[in-house]
């Protein structure tokens, strides 16, 4: 059975750091791109950032590029997302996601999210 | 980017009705469409990809159609475990977008 266990969210102020961590199992975990989605209370799916399955190619969205960056250990079948100089507009439940390749595939299995709030 | 537009927003609807659900792309995306289920607290699953395809293990009361900048998924039957959100998404690029979502409401 596919998992996608995400962790790593909490309430953080304005400015600050966080790194999120998407622990997956029942899947050959460095043959599949991974991504980041978030959502916004109340709000639709934005697409954060992806990672293609050896880790040497990465995609991020403009609204979070230059402070985040996405990196994966195959060795420990682990997904993290490093998130920096938070704004309030971050805060959502963050998803990662599995697929065969980062474009020309959909998302095979999503985790159940983890909620990072940005306040002061 | 390429924007999606999903329609409607929420829908009203009875157990056993036919349901269609709309999704619009700012530029043609081939089939690069997929289509997801959400339930409250839950992660999103995928029931339709490349447009017309069903997920395995998904009932066959759900289809979908359309290419280019018009798709539909249809419900051919309303179930009450269908009540939920469903969103569209591209996946022409890296770059992935999502409809809005469309609330499956119980009328």
């Known amino acids: 059975e596919v998992q996608l266990l995400e962790s790593g969210g909490s309430l953080v102020q304005p400015g600050g750091s966080l790194r999120l961590s998407c622990a997956a199992s029942g899947f050959i975990f460095r043959s599949y791109a991974m991504s980041w989605v978030r959502q916004a209370p109340g709000k639709g799916m934005e697409w954060v950032s992806a990672?293609?399955?050896?880790?040497?190619?990465?995609y991020y969205a403009d609204s979070v590029k230059g402070r985040f960056t996405i990196s994966r250990d195959n060795s420990k079948n682990t997904l993290y997302l490093q998130m920096n100089n938070l704004r309030a507009e971050d805060t959502a439940i963050y998803y990662c996601a599995n697929a065969k390749s980062i474009a020309a595939r959909p998302f095979d299995y999503w985790g159940q999210g983890t909620l990072v709030t940005v306040s002061s | 980017d390429i924007q999606m537009t999903q329609s409607p927003s929420t829908l009203s609807a009875s157990v056993g009705d036919r349901v269609t659900i709309t999704c619009r792309a700012s530029?043609?995306?081939?089939?690069?469409l997929a289509w997801y289920q959400q339930k409250p607290g839950k992660a999103p699953k995928l029931l339709i990809y490349q447009a017309s395809s069903l997920e395995s293990g998904v009932p066959s009361r759900f289809s979908g159609s359309g290419s280019g900048t018009e798709f539909t998924l249809t419900i051919s039957s309303l179930q009450p475990d269908d009540f939920a959100t469903y969103y569209c998404q591209q996946y022409n690029s890296y770059s992935r977008t999502f409809g809005q979502g469309t609330k499956v409401e119980i009328k």
């Open positions: 990672i293609s399955g050896s880790g040497g190619t990465t």
């Open positions: 530029q043609s995306i081939s089939s690069w």
